[in-house]
């Protein structure tokens, strides 16, 4: 945010913002593309159940590697995925680093929205709204199967994702 200098001028202006503009009203859904393995966020053997978890895997077919952003308030979002119709959620509600990333019911706890943040070169880092802390492939793994956690934000490729479009 900046004010310009020209006293000419009145107002306020945005200087080099960028946000995040692709979340739908459910007809768009999105790869959640890893930078460190050029893998994405799938929930684990296309479960539709509560607990499964959110891990690494190839891009295919069974939709479980697909996920909407619905817009909640205040710049967090809802994630999605596309198979399930269940949500991105830091389990148990926790605040530690190292916590699983499982899919749950939308709920209260604010453990379910994650706040997509710019980076360089179309990527983003996902910061949950409950817990501060970002969406991380854990340990920088890139094999299939890995799980994702929430993690301190270190700046690494492993907690940097592109949404890739999949319409």
């Known amino acids: 945010y900046d004010t310009p200098s020209a006293t000419s001028y009145v107002g306020d202006y945005w200087r080099q913002a960028r946000f995040f503009s692709g979340g739908s009203d459910g ?3 999105f790869q959640i593309n890893d930078r460190n393995s050029g893998k994405d966020a799938a929930v684990q053997g296309a479960e539709t159940t509560n607990g499964a978890p959110v891990i690494l895997w190839t891009f295919g077919s069974a ?4 996920w909407n952003l619905v817009p909640t308030d205040s710049g967090y979002f809802q994630i999605v995925n596309r198979h399930s119709g269940l ?26 929205q994650w706040m997509p943040v710019p980076l360089d070169g179309g990527y983003y880092k996902f910061v949950n709204r409950h817990s501060g802390l ?3 492939v854990k340990g920088a793994a890139t094999s299939n199967g890995t799980i994702f956690d929430q993690w301190d934000d270190n700046s690494g490729n492993n907690q940097q994702f592109q949404l890739i479009g999949t319409n």
């Open 27 to 29: 007809s768009g859904y």
């Open 134 to 136: 970002v969406l991380d």
């Open 87 to 112: 949500d991105m959620v830091v389990q148990g509600a926790s605040t530690s680093a190292g916590a699983k990333v499982i899919q749950w019911s939308f709920g209260s706890a604010q453990n379910d």
């Open 63 to 66: 939709h479980n590697d697909q």
